[in-house]
């Protein structure tokens, strides 16, 4: 299988001048970038870290496949992504996208279909804990505000403990 | 319909393994696909995610719940995700 490695995941600090170099091109009119970086509340509870689990293998495989995908539907010349795994403070960058294209409306456009796709798709998940000593999973197990179409009246997270409901609730979606 | 038991491998990750208490299993199993292998292990440790909700991968490939399972196959058990 051929790597065309536009995706990667590290366990060190991006580093985005570098990231951002190896799409230099001059043609390139435009170049669109997203930066997604640990924040301080979610869901109105104080984090005050992130721990970031993935697969590596197929976080690359399934992120170089969201690329190829947006280089077919929009006019841009090239793409990275980039993912960081492990431990994070407040303010770190936990996840970059870089688009080039000759004009910008294509650059903003793919660089919002990539990061979109990289968050619903590849095997990543987040633990956040809490300035209360706190901590969990962020996903939306039990959020009742964001009743998935797949998963029609939860019967078994009735059957979680009151401290496993606390948690899911606390944590349920991040953005 | 005689199901063949078979060993395959379940490994699981972030809430999976912390509910799991291990990384990864070896189970037998008469299970045909990975979602039936899913109903049994989520009953086994307590899993709470509906699986349309989660992904699978068998052998280090994303793949359908319904996929036949073999044996020494690996099935890698992924909740919902969160990456960004």
């Known amino acids: 299988m051929e790597q065309t490695a536009r995706m990667s995941v590290t366990a060190s600090a991006l580093d985005i001048a570098t990231l951002q170099a190896a799409l230099d091109d001059a043609r390139a009119g435009g170049y669109a970038s997203f930066e997604g970086r640990v924040r301080d509340r979610n869901e109105g509870r104080e984090v005050c870290a992130l721990h970031y689990e993935v697969h590596a293998p197929i976080c690359i495989s399934e992120g170089d496949r969201i690329i190829a995908e947006a280089l077919a539907r929009f006019d841009i010349l090239d793409a990275r992504c980039s993912h960081r795994t492990g431990d994070l403070e407040l303010g770190e960058v936990a996840v970059w996208v870089g688009v080039t294209a000759r004009h910008r409306d294509a650059a903003f456009a793919a660089c919002r279909y990539i990061i979109d796709e990289v968050k619903h798709r590849l095997p990543i998940w987040k633990k956040e804990f809490y300035v209360d000593g706190d901590s969990g999973w962020v996903n939306c197990a039990g959020c009742a505000g964001h009743a998935h179409p797949g998963a029609p009246g939860d019967a078994r997270v009735a059957g979680l403990s009151a401290g496993q409901d606390r948690r899911v609730r606390g944590v349920a979606h991040s953005r | ?84």
């Open chain 2, 1 to 84: 319909m005689s199901a063949a038991v078979k060993a395959v491998t379940a490994e699981y990750f972030a809430v999976f393994r912390e509910q799991a208490g291990t990384d990864r299993e070896t189970v037998e199993t008469a299970a045909e696909t990975p979602a039936a292998l899913y109903q049994e292990l989520a009953a086994r440790h307590g899993f709470a995610e509906h699986a349309e909700r989660c992904k699978v991968a068998v052998n280090d490939t994303l793949s359908d719940w319904h996929s036949p399972l073999a044996e020494g196959d690996r099935v890698l058990f992924f909740p919902p995700v969160a990456g960004g």
